[in-house]
């Protein structure tokens, strides 16, 4: 895809499109020139107001952004899987859905969430099922109040009311996903991550994971145990760069 075409998502005059055309042209030669992000990327992050192209709703998630452009980059050459990486045949298997022409699928949590029978749309995508449904809701409510960031959960937790209650109950209700295999590691790496989990690192002021993430537990934390290991690294991650405001003691043990 060339990188100075884009699509317009409202219906502006000619002028308009003729000077968002000339202003997208301008705006790649200067990130050329400073070597700044790239154009696809600025994009998704900041929008394009000329064409209603919305900012990315959260500015804090720099890894959804750059996640999201990976995904536009390829689209080109992958047009026939749309339907698969979006996870709209995960929800649209033998219910005669049209795909792509039905847009409640596009609306529901299965695609990237467990469903029965389904585990998660990859191991970035956290695990729901069998967690404490105190904690859901905590997290759906954390989202709607922009206490926890998202730019993906913070637009999906503001259309919720009475169901952020009842979406928490059904996932924490649903047995967790028995055929997952664990992801191979190194032998040295899993007994240096048991030794923080279990004792964490004095050393640098870090209690054990264990001491809030285990089902003996408050309700309101999450249990990791069989959690992907991509989704908590990236979590950690997260809070290193101070991307979840309301977890102050974390960001603090993770600078």
């Known amino acids: 895809m060339r990188e100075d075409v884009f699509l317009v998502t409202t219906a502006p005059d000619k002028e308009s499109i003729r000077l968002s055309a000339a202003c997208c042209r301008r705006r790649r030669t200067l990130l050329k020139q400073s070597g700044a992000e790239s154009p696809k990327r600025s994009f998704v992050k900041h929008g394009m107001k000329r064409a209603g192209m919305p900012a990315w709703p959260s500015a804090a998630r720099d890894d959804e952004v750059w996640a999201l452009t990976a995904f536009l980059s390829q689209l080109p050459s992958r047009q ?24 409640d699928a596009f609306t529901l949590c299965a695609r990237w969430h467990e469903g029965r029978g389904m585990g998660t749309n990859g191991d970035r995508i956290p695990q729901f099922a069998g967690l404490p449904e105190e904690y ?75 001491s809030c993430h285990s089902e003996a537990q408050s309700p309101r934390f999450a249990p990791l145990a069989g959690q992907h290991a991509d989704h908590i690294a990236e979590q950690l991650r997260l809070w290193q760069r101070g991307g979840a405001p309301g977890q102050p003691m974390v960001v603090s043990w993770l600078q």
């Not at 899987?81 to 039905?102: Q, T, W």
């Not at 009311?161 to 055929?179: I, T």
Request: aromatic letters at 4%; a negative charge; proline letters at 6%.
């Open 80 to 103: 026939q899987n749309y339907l698969e990486l979006a996870g709209v045949d995960r929800v649209s298997a033998g219910r005669g859905d049209k795909g792509i022409g039905n847009a």
């Open 136 to 210: 859901l809701l905590r997290s759906l409510r954390e989202y709607s109040q922009r206490v926890r960031a998202s730019g993906v959960m913070e637009p999906v937790a503001d259309l919720l009311d009475e169901q952020m209650r009842q979406l928490a109950s059904y996932y924490s209700g649903l047995p967790p996903d028995g055929n997952r295999v664990a992801a191979e590691s190194d032998p040295a790496r899993l007994r240096h991550g048991a030794a923080i989990a279990s004792r964490g690192a004095p050393e640098n002021d870090i209690p054990a994971c264990m």
